[in-house]
């Protein structure tokens, strides 16, 4: 599932600490800077993009734009 960071703090390794998925590439959000979405990290109020795993990559380069969070609370739009 994507998950959103900014730029700086980035997404880390599998198998640091719990984390467990594998990002390796992103996308920016619909209207990146001034978009609504905003990093995920508790101290960090970044504007954020938007890290996809292998399979999502691969559905964006064919034209997919909408993904799901890892909490289903929300969806992102890609540019």
């Given amino acids: 599932m994507a998950l959103v960071r900014c730029k700086q703090c980035g997404v880390q390794k599998p198998g640091s600490g719990q ?11 619909v209207g990146y800077p001034n978009t609504a979405l905003v990093c995920g990290r508790p101290t ?10 292998r399979s999502e990559q691969q559905v964006y380069a064919s034209g997919q734009r909408v993904f799901q969070l890892q909490t289903n609370a929300t969806k992102v739009r890609a540019a």
Avoid: A, M, N
């Fill in 19 to 29: 984390y467990t998925r594998h990002y390796v590439g992103s996308v920016q959000p």
């Fill in 44 to 53: 960090c109020d970044q504007p954020g993009i938007i890290w996809l795993e």
